[in-house]
């Protein structure tokens, strides 16, 4: 482990610690060295790793733990500290964290190394006595995501190490912290559509076969389909085309291939499975073929437990009475949800992905004391299924 960065008086300092790190998709070496930094004086036996193979890999993957008492209870933070490309434009460098007035500017104080920052802070005031703590943080959650979080529960179920529940960092408040946690996620699929025809003149297109024209009738069918009027849950499963491509730099050239790119987010009503099996039987009688990539399942944390003792930090800390919501995109929850039930919650997410990235510091302090409130009550609590 190199020392990198020092240990951090505070939140804030510890934000800035990992924000320094520049970490765009996948994230590896110094910014784990930073979060290892942290948690190993805190008494986490650190475990990090590489996953997989190029194009996707490899990826660094950190899994943390300080075990409690046997037979005590075991709660998990989840995050990432790999971040998206910070693009042009900002007023300062995106890895030179700066404090101007009540925020703290820099790619990744949102989404999600501010998140973490609060999330190592929490545990510093939790007694070790008090239960098993630990950390599953990976560095591509905002790249292809299959070799990190996978990877890291695959390492946690051959080790035993499998919590009663886990709080993933992402930023789901959205006009102030703590008005929305997220109990669930849309799943997601990707369907790559291809057409064949037979390459022609324009002139003579009885001797040619269009695919352009079989591809727009499959599109049009798609487009019309009704998947379903949402449950009480979540919203209704939408499907939209996202690319169109021929390829033809001729005029006066019939192509002899015609491709397409559709996107479904659905709720829990369908399964990637079904839905790409449907695509393919509408894309099959109009001569073409279909390729699904399953991104993930949908899945529902049912309130209860675990969403009370929650919300109830939240209410505590901030007078807010969070909403229970499943909107959004899909985060490394729809793989941690096959491991212990699993809810989101973070800071605003305004500025997430954006040019300016940037974090209330008072909401760091504050999102710092929710965190310590929902441990303290998870480790306590006899059940979240009760």
Same mark, same amino acid.
């Given at each position: 482990?190199?020392?990198?960065?020092?240990l951090?008086?505070?939140?804030? /300092?510890?934000?800035?610690?990992?924000?320094?790190?520049?970490?765009v998709t996948p994230?590896t070496?110094? $910014?784990?060295?930073?979060?290892?930094?942290?948690?190993a004086?805190l008494?986490?036996d650190?475990?990090?790793?590489?996953?997989? @193979?190029?194009p @996707?890999?490899? $990826?660094e993957?950190?899994?943390?733990?300080?075990? +409690?008492?046997?037979?005590?209870? !075991?709660f998990?933070?989840?995050?990432?500290? /790999?971040?998206?490309p910070?693009?042009e434009?900002?007023?300062t460098a995106?890895?030179?964290?700066?404090?101007?007035?009540?925020?703290?500017?820099?790619?990744? %104080?949102?989404? #999600?190394?501010?998140?973490?920052a609060? #999330? &190592?802070?929490?545990?510093?005031e939790?007694?070790v006595?008090?239960?098993?703590?630990?950390?599953?943080?990976?560095?591509?959650?905002?790249?292809p995501?299959r070799? +990190?979080?996978?990877?890291?529960? =695959?390492l946690?179920?051959?080790?035993?190490?499998?919590?009663d529940?886990?709080? &993933?960092?992402?930023?789901t408040? &959205?006009?102030?912290?703590?008005d929305m #946690?997220?109990?669930?996620?849309?799943?997601?699929?990707?369907?790559?559509?291809?057409?064949?025809?037979?390459?022609?003149h324009?002139?003579y297109p009885?001797l040619a076969?269009n695919?352009?024209?079989?591809?727009i009738?499959m599109? %049009? =069918?798609?487009? @019309?389909?009704?998947l379903?009027?949402?449950?009480?849950?979540f919203?209704?499963?939408?499907?939209?085309?996202?690319?169109?491509?021929v390829?033809?730099?001729?005029?006066? $050239?019939?192509?002899a291939?015609a491709? *397409?790119?559709?996107?479904i987010?659905f709720? /829990?009503? !369908?399964t990637?499975? =079904?839905?790409g099996?449907?695509?393919a039987?509408? *894309?099959?009688? !109009?001569?073409?073929?279909?390729?699904?990539?399953v991104?993930?399942e *949908?899945?529902?944390?049912q309130?209860?437990?675990?969403?009370?003792?929650?919300a @109830?930090?939240?209410r505590? =800390?901030?007078?807010?009475e969070?909403e229970?919501?499943?909107?959004?995109?899909?985060?490394?929850?729809?793989?941690l949800? /096959?491991?212990?039930?699993?809810?989101?919650?973070?800071?605003c997410?305004a500025? #997430? !992905?954006?040019r300016?990235e940037a974090?209330?510091?008072?909401d760091?302090?504050t999102?710092?004391r929710?965190?310590?409130?929902?441990i *303290?009550?998870?480790?306590?609590?006899p059940? &979240?299924?009760?």
């Amino acid at each position: 482990m190199s020392q990198t960065a020092p240990l951090a008086a505070s939140v804030i /300092d510890l934000a800035e610690a990992l924000i320094a790190c520049p970490s765009v998709t996948p994230a590896t070496g110094m $910014v784990f060295d930073c979060l290892e930094e942290q948690l190993a004086p805190l008494g986490f036996d650190v475990t990090r790793f590489a996953a997989g @193979d190029a194009p @996707d890999g490899p $990826v660094e993957n950190l899994f943390a733990v300080r075990r +409690g008492p046997q037979g005590s209870r !075991h709660f998990a933070f989840a995050g990432h500290l /790999d971040v998206v490309p910070p693009g042009e434009g900002w007023t300062t460098a995106p890895f030179l964290p700066e404090r101007r007035g009540e925020l703290l500017y820099g790619r990744g %104080a949102v989404d #999600m190394k501010g998140s973490i920052a609060a #999330m &190592v802070a929490a545990v510093r005031e939790i007694p070790v006595d008090t239960g098993t703590i630990s950390f599953i943080i990976t560095g591509d959650e905002e790249g292809p995501a299959r070799h +990190g979080t996978v990877a890291l529960i =695959e390492l946690m179920r051959e080790r035993g190490e499998i919590p009663d529940m886990c709080l &993933v960092g992402e930023p789901t408040s &959205v006009n102030r912290l703590g008005d929305m #946690m997220k109990i669930g996620r849309r799943g997601s699929v990707n369907i790559f559509l291809d057409v064949d025809g037979t390459q022609g003149h324009v002139a003579y297109p009885h001797l040619a076969d269009n695919p352009v024209t079989k591809l727009i009738t499959m599109l %049009a =069918e798609l487009n @019309d389909l009704a998947l379903d009027d949402g449950t009480d849950w979540f919203q209704a499963s939408n499907l939209e085309i996202t690319d169109l491509t021929v390829g033809n730099p001729a005029h006066n $050239v019939i192509p002899a291939q015609a491709a *397409a790119r559709i996107s479904i987010r659905f709720n /829990d009503l !369908h399964t990637g499975a =079904e839905l790409g099996e449907r695509v393919a039987a509408i *894309a099959e009688k !109009h001569g073409g073929t279909a390729r699904p990539i399953v991104s993930g399942e *949908a899945f529902l944390t049912q309130p209860g437990a675990f969403s009370t003792l929650l919300a @109830d930090a939240i209410r505590a =800390e901030t007078g807010v009475e969070p909403e229970l919501s499943t909107s959004g995109g899909t985060s490394d929850a729809r793989f941690l949800k /096959d491991l212990c039930p699993v809810i989101e919650f973070g800071l605003c997410n305004a500025t #997430m !992905h954006k040019r300016d990235e940037a974090v209330a510091i008072a909401d760091l302090d504050t999102l710092t004391r929710i965190y310590q409130r929902v441990i *303290a009550a998870a480790l306590a609590a006899p059940s &979240v299924n009760s």
